[in-house]
């Protein structure tokens, strides 16, 4: 899905202003790294155009979070530092907070939901904040951090509807337009819309003041994407989201402030599934020796699918690294799956002797690797006569699978392959 939005001159914009990120950007001395910008020939000869990989995933805390969370943290009143901050997150924005609140010698108290990420549970911890779990969802705690900032004083800071958070987040833009000054176009992951918000400002205004142009591009999970429906709206529109593994950006409602930029400054916003997204990761993985969560994947996904065309230099935003391992292996499983690298297939066969022997002879023939293997008497619709086989095998991709298929036809067999 693709929203084309109304953007406009920079010098017209919402957002914060140049003087305000390079303010940002010096609060961050010290504290934030420069991230590299790396050259990725695969996508580069996918897009036909130069593709540059942005790699906030190699960030302390692993993501761009630590960026708006320090800078509006240390712009606290030391009224307010003295009372504490309070916030809410599953993942990088608690990292974020915690790490920043524990630099500035700030006590932080971060609420969780009950499922989160081990991983991501101790290193929130292990920055010195005090983490309370509570619920099931995003939702709960978020609540609940509002309640206990109402209660204790302590100053709630918000994932992305701020413009402290928004200037720190548009550091990124500083450093992109540093790395890349004949940048085209830019590809930003969308969630609650910070990020975008703070690239998209600091990128336009300087395109305006250069009499260029320079495109920025939204990426948003498909299963967690409310700024298509709420650009087409012209308001804020919240959606129910449904389960995606890009859970970094599945965010159901925008930011208010983060709209309003976004409407003027973003040109367009697209969305990719997350067969897309796994496959993305795995390109990251093998292709860039880059680990990137789902989220920080996403708009890797849109160049693969073609959601996104370009003629000139392209930079890609991969907004974090925070992925629990035992995910990871999923998504890697996953990722080889949707790329028809690797088959479950299951084939009916004569009950009689030799044919587990005959079938695994013919799938070798084809230079294909099976890695596992179930033989039951009991799969559905099987005649009495019959037996079903399960087998895992691994291919070079779809042409090869295809080879696997047809040989095993050719043979008398029917293989079904089960996603």
């Known amino acids: 899905m693709t929203v084309e939005t109304g953007h406009v001159a920079g010098a017209s914009l919402v957002g914060p202003s140049l003087a305000e990120v390079e303010s940002a950007r010096a609060s961050l001395e010290g504290v934030a790294l420069m991230t590299p910008m790396e050259t990725s020939s ?142 085209e176009t830019v590809v930003v992951p969308i969630g609650g819309g910070g990020l975008i918000s703070g690239v998209a400002s600091v990128l336009k205004r300087r395109a305006a003041e250069q009499g260029r142009s320079i495109r920025v591009i939204g990426v948003q999970a498909a299963n967690a994407a409310p700024y298509p429906i709420s650009l087409a709206a012209g308001e804020v529109t919240e959606i129910t989201i449904s389960p995606t593994i890009a859970d970094g950006i599945a965010v159901g409602k925008p930011g208010h402030l983060n709209f309003a930029i976004i409407r003027e400054a973003v040109d367009d916003v697209v969305t990719v599934d997350d067969d897309d997204i796994a496959r993305a990761m795995l390109v990251l993985l093998e292709r860039a020796k880059l680990v990137v969560e789902p989220a920080g994947a996403v708009g890797v996904a849109a160049l693969m699918t073609g959601k996104i065309s370009a003629s000139g230099p392209t930079v890609v935003l991969l907004s974090g690294g925070n992925i629990d391992p035992l995910l990871m292996e999923r998504v890697i499983a996953h990722g080889l799956a949707a790329s028809e690298r690797y088959l479950k297939l299951r084939i009916p066969l004569p009950d009689r002797p030799g044919q587990l022997a005959r079938t695994s002879e013919i799938i070798a023939d084809q230079n294909a690797n099976v890695v596992e293997v179930l033989h039951t008497r009991h799969g559905t619709g099987l005649d009495i006569s019959q037996v079903e086989l399960e087998l895992h095998v691994e291919t070079r991709g779809p042409e090869h699978a295809e080879l696997v298929l047809q040989a095993l036809r050719d043979n008398g067999y029917d293989p079904r392959v089960d996603f």
């Open 42 to 183: 695969y996508l580069s000869e996918l897009l036909g155009a130069p593709v540059h990989l942005k790699c906030e995933n190699l960030q302390r805390t692993g993501s761009y979070k630590i960026r708006g969370a320090y800078h509006r943290i240390s712009r606290l009143s030391d009224d307010e530092k003295a009372r504490g901050v309070v916030a809410a997150s599953a993942g990088n924005h608690a990292q974020g907070v915690a790490f920043a609140a524990r630099e500035l010698g700030i006590a932080a108290t971060i609420f969780m939901p009950l499922g989160v990420a081990l991983p991501k549970l101790q290193a929130t911890r292990s920055y010195g904040a005090e983490v309370v779990l509570r619920g099931h969802t995003v939702a709960e705690p978020l609540k609940a951090a509002q309640e206990f900032a109402e209660r204790t004083g302590a100053v709630y800071i918000p994932p992305f509807d701020h413009a402290d958070v928004i200037a720190g987040q548009g550091t990124i833009g500083l450093e992109i337009l540093d790395q890349v000054p004949d940048l």
